[in-house]
C-alpha cells in the first residue's frame, strides 16, 4: 500500500524530517529510508533511532511522529496509474479468467484507517477478508517482511474461498506481488511468488547496480546470522507447507521486473485478459 497504491512514503519522509529538524539533524537520506520501507514498525524505529541518535527517546520520537501523521495521512492520495490498474483487476471477475486481489501492507489498522478512511471508493476493490494488515494477529511475532508470511497470509485468504466453491487453489508462483519496497521485494520473492518493483526514483538510484540482487530478493534484508532460532524453526515449517517459501531467487531468474509506474501496466505480459 504505502508508496505503490498511495503517496504515504512522501508524508513519511515528511513527517521524520520535521522531526529531525526539530533537533538539527540532517534530513533522512534514501540510503536509510531504503531500509525503513516495508518493515515492521518496530523494526524501522531500530533502524531510525540507531541512525539518527536523536537526543530522545523511540517513544517520544513516536509521540511527536503520531501527532504530525493525524495531521498529513489523511491527505493521501492514489498515485499514478492506481485507479486505473484496481479498476481492471476487478473488472475481470467477470471473464472466464478472473484476477483474484488481496492487500497485504505493514501499516497497522489505525494507520491503515488513516491513510485510507477518505479513499473508501480506492479501496473497495480489496474485501474485508482479503485485506492482511500489520497487525493481523495470523502474522507470528517478528514474521513480519522481508519475511513471506504477509503474502503467504494473503493468498490464503483467497484460497480459503476458493475452496469453499470448490474451485482450483491459487500456487505461488501464480501469484504477482506489486512493491515499492526492497524489503517487500523480498517478501515477495521468499513467498516463491513474482514481484513487479515500481520503486521511488530515489530508492532505484540507491540501489543502481543492484537492480538484480533486489528483483531477486537478495539483498540481505534480512540475514540468516540475525535470525533467531525460533525464527528459523518458523521458516522451515513455513517452507514445508509451501514449495520454495522462504528462499530468496536466483537473479535473472525473470520472476522480477522493474516498472517506473503502473501506468500503462503490461496486463498481457502476466496473461491478464481485461474484458
Not at 21 to 47: F, H, N, T, V
Not at 95 to 119: C, D, M, R, W, Y
Request: charged share 25%.
Amino acid at each position: 500500500m504505502d508508496g505503490l497504491l498511495i503517496d504515504s512514503e512522501d508524508k513519511y519522509t515528511m513527517i521524520t524530517n520535521e522531526v529531525l529538524e526539530m533537533y538539527g539533524k540532517p534530513k533522512l537520506p534514501w540510503s536509510i529510508k531504503a531500509q525503513l520501507q516495508g518493515r515492521p514498525q518496530p523494526e524501522a524505529s531500530k533502524i531510525f533511532h540507531d541512525w539518527a541518535k536523536l537526543p530522545i527517546t523511540p517513544e517520544e520520537t513516536a509521540v511527536k511522529q503520531l501527532s504530525l501523521q493525524q495531521k498529513y495521512f489523511p491527505q493521501c492520495s492514489p498515485l499514478p496509474g492506481v485507479p486505473t490498474l484496481l479498476d481492471n483487476l476487478v473488472s475481470t471477475q467477470s471473464t472466464n479468467q478472473p484476477v483474484h486481489i488481496a492487500l497485504a501492507t505493514s501499516s497497522h489498522s489505525k494507520n491503515f484507517e488513516l491513510k485510507s478512511g477518505h479513499l473508501k471508493e480506492l479501496f473497495k476493490a480489496f474485501s474485508e477478508p482479503h485485506r492482511v494488515l500489520g497487525d493481523d494477529p495470523r502474522i507470528g511475532k517478528g514474521r513480519g517482511k522481508p519475511l513471506p508470511d504477509i503474502y503467504l497470509l494473503a493468498l490464503e485468504t483467497i484460497n480459503e474461498d476458493l475452496r469453499k466453491k470448490g474451485e482450483a487453489e491459487i500456487k505461488p508462483e501464480e501469484c504477482l506481488v506489486f512493491e515499492d519496497a526492497v524489503p517487500g521485494v523480498e517478501a515477495g520473492r521468499r513467498a516463491g511468488m513474482q514481484v513487479v518493483w515500481v520503486p521511488h526514483p530515489g530508492l532505484l538510484e540507491a540501489y543502481k547496480g543492484r537492480e538484480g540482487e533486489v528483483l531477486a530478493g537478495r539483498t540481505g534484508a534480512h540475514k540468516e546470522e540475525e535470525k533467531t532460532a525460533a525464527e528459523k524453526e518458523a521458516e522451515e515449517l513455513q517452507s514445508s507447507r509451501v514449495q520454495g517459501a522462504g528462499q530468496p531467487g536466483e537473479i535473472g531468474d525473470g520472476f522480477g521486473q522493474i516498472l517506473s509506474t503502473l501506468e500503462d501496466f503490461p496486463y498481457a505480459r502476466y496473461g491478464i485478459q481485461l474484458p
